[in-house]
């Protein structure tokens, strides 16, 4: 099993950028985006609910991020506009077998699964 992130780099505030995660070896029922700045712990930025396509988002990128995924390449994508100098970390993808309840989707214990993490800067 494994999870490739893609898609970082350097942007200025503003500006947009599409991450990409590809997924192998199995399907997953909750597939999210984490991120952790530098001095930071790692945080709930958004998920998506396979089963229904349900979707969640941290306050502070909900109306600039969307999460979604392609089913036929089990590929995620996290296409983020607006972007602030505060979005600036790594982000992370991950993705669990179970389909994760609600309250459940912003721990990433949850997670079973996690890339390796793409780097995404935001410049002001």
């Known amino acids: 099993v494994q999870l490739q992130a893609s898609g970082g780099g350097l942007v200025q505030a503003g500006g947009s950028l599409r991450l990409s995660c590809a997924a192998s070896?199995?399907?997953?029922?909750?597939m999210a985006w984490f991120r952790q700045a530098p001095g930071k712990e790692r945080e709930f930025v958004t998920a998506?609910?396979?089963?229904?396509?349900?979707?969640y988002y941290s306050a502070s990128v909900k109306g600039r991020f969307t999460i979604s995924r392609d089913r036929a390449s089990n590929t995620l994508y996290l296409q983020m506009n607006s972007l602030k100098p505060e979005d600036t970390a790594v982000y992370y993808c991950?993705?669990?077998?179970?389909?994760?309840?609600?309250?459940?989707?912003?721990?990433?214990?949850?997670?079973?699964?996690w890339g390796q993490g793409t780097q995404v800067t935001v410049s002001s």
């Open positions: 991950a993705a669990s077998p179970a389909t994760q309840i609600t309250s459940a989707v912003r721990d990433p214990s949850r997670y079973d699964y």
């Open positions: 070896g199995r399907t997953f029922s909750t």
């Open positions: 998506i609910r396979i089963i229904n396509s349900s979707t």
